[in-house]
């Protein structure tokens, strides 16, 4: 009969500690998962940030004086424009140059080309922002110092494109918020878990106790076990992480391996012992504190 209560004893710590481990791995995976958008979006939208450009067209010389020291004034204005603080690269785009982008955009051939007055296309200058800059309000009024300089015609102003990326970054902030409202969800439900299994050991804890047990002698195999499990949990959790991500990102265009990774895998794992760890402490101190008759309806 002994032996009987034994066996089933152990298997309801087993089955205990298997679902403590199986809530921390699911918590865990979800929270890695809002993880893994935060850090890429953060990273796509500085990469769209880093590729935004504004094209500055300029004015068509009139008279011969003009067409012969057109280059040296094109590049004397490019010159000043890298001293700017909100640019990052210029490109100059001459006649010729804009006549190959045109015909890669527009796909003619030279037949076609032909149909064109020569020189129509102005030579222009692009410039890159610094992703600092990338707002509607700054690209606006960069767009409007440009527009002031007598050599250049017209600017093809991209300020919608700016409200995009702001949006994007709107986006990030909410992601980062409902992360951290799901990690209070997951420090509920992890210590909830492990409530439930300290609960299951009450008696345990109160009979070591009446006998003369220490309460760092009676806490230490807890907060040990609980350890384990934690940690066990996260591994899982990053492994399935892991096999989600080497799946996905290359559909998605992503590098399996970003900077920012190591820095969630290290607070999935703290995450997990401390939740584990501190959850199993306080509700095993609890029980060390309730007199006996009260671990009846506790």
Same mark, same amino acid.
């Given at each position: 009969?002994?032996?009987?209560?034994?066996?089933? =004893?152990?298997?309801?710590?087993?089955? @205990?500690?298997?679902? $403590? $481990?199986?809530?921390?791995?699911?918590? #865990?995976?979800? #929270?890695?998962?809002?993880?893994?958008?935060?850090?890429?979006?953060?990273?796509?939208?500085?990469?769209?940030?880093?590729?935004?450009?504004?094209?500055?067209?300029?004015?068509?010389?009139?008279?011969?004086?003009?067409?012969?020291?057109?280059?040296?004034?094109?590049?004397?204005?490019?010159?000043?424009?890298?001293?700017?603080?909100?640019?990052?690269? $210029?490109?100059?785009?001459?006649?010729?140059?804009?006549?190959?982008?045109?015909?890669?955009?527009?796909?003619?051939?030279? @037949?076609?080309?032909?149909?064109?007055?020569?020189?129509?296309?102005?030579? @222009?200058?692009?410039?890159?922002?610094?992703?600092?800059? $990338?707002? @509607?309000?700054?690209?606006?009024?960069?767009?409007?110092?440009?527009?002031?300089?007598?050599?250049?015609?017209?600017?093809? =102003?991209?300020?919608?494109?700016?409200?995009?990326?702001?949006?994007?970054?709107?986006?990030?902030?909410?992601?980062?918020?409902?992360?951290?409202?799901?990690?209070?969800?997951?420090?509920? #439900?992890? =210590?909830?878990?492990?409530?439930?299994?300290?609960?299951?050991?009450?008696?345990?804890?109160?009979?070591?106790?009446?006998?003369?047990?220490?309460?760092?002698?009676?806490?230490?195999?807890?907060?040990?076990?609980?350890?384990?499990?934690?940690?066990?949990?996260?591994? #899982?959790?990053?492994?399935?992480?892991?096999?989600?991500?080497?799946?996905?990102?290359?559909?998605?265009?992503?590098?399996?391996?970003?900077?920012?990774?190591?820095?969630?895998?290290?607070?999935?794992?703290?995450?997990?012992?401390?939740?584990?760890?501190?959850?199993?402490?306080?509700?095993?101190?609890?029980?060390?504190?309730?007199?006996?008759?009260?671990?009846?309806?506790?």
């Amino acid at each position: 009969m002994a032996n009987v209560t034994d066996r089933m =004893n152990q298997n309801r710590l087993r089955s @205990s500690n298997i679902t $403590v $481990v199986v809530s921390i791995a699911l918590v #865990l995976f979800l #929270l890695g998962l809002f993880g893994l958008i935060v850090v890429n979006s953060s990273d796509y939208a500085e990469h769209l940030k880093n590729q935004f450009e504004i094209e500055a067209y300029f004015k068509e010389a009139k008279d011969k004086k003009e067409i012969e020291n057109e280059p040296a004034i094109h590049a004397a204005f490019v010159d000043s424009l890298k001293q700017k603080p909100f640019v990052k690269t $210029v490109k100059y785009i001459d006649k010729e140059q804009a006549l190959k982008i045109a015909k890669s955009q527009l796909g003619l051939n030279e @037949s076609d080309l032909e149909l064109f007055e020569a020189g129509i296309f102005p030579p @222009s200058v692009v410039m890159t922002i610094r992703p600092q800059y $990338v707002d @509607s309000a700054r690209v606006d009024s960069i767009t409007k110092v440009m527009s002031t300089y007598p050599l250049i015609d017209s600017v093809n =102003n991209t300020s919608g494109l700016a409200g995009i990326y702001e949006r994007i970054d709107t986006i990030i902030y909410w992601l980062i918020g409902l992360a951290a409202l799901f990690g209070v969800i997951s420090i509920i #439900l992890i =210590n909830n878990s492990l409530r439930l299994k300290i609960f299951s050991k009450r008696f345990t804890i109160k009979t070591m106790q009446l006998v003369g047990a220490k309460r760092r002698f009676i806490v230490k195999p807890f907060i040990i076990q609980s350890f384990w499990l934690g940690l066990l949990g996260a591994v #899982l959790a990053l492994i399935a992480l892991a096999g989600l991500w080497y799946y996905a990102a290359p559909k998605l265009g992503l590098a399996l391996w970003h900077d920012k990774f190591q820095w969630l895998i290290l607070a999935l794992i703290l995450v997990g012992v401390m939740i584990a760890v501190l959850s199993t402490f306080w509700a095993t101190w609890k029980y060390l504190r309730l007199r006996t008759d009260q671990l009846y309806y506790s």
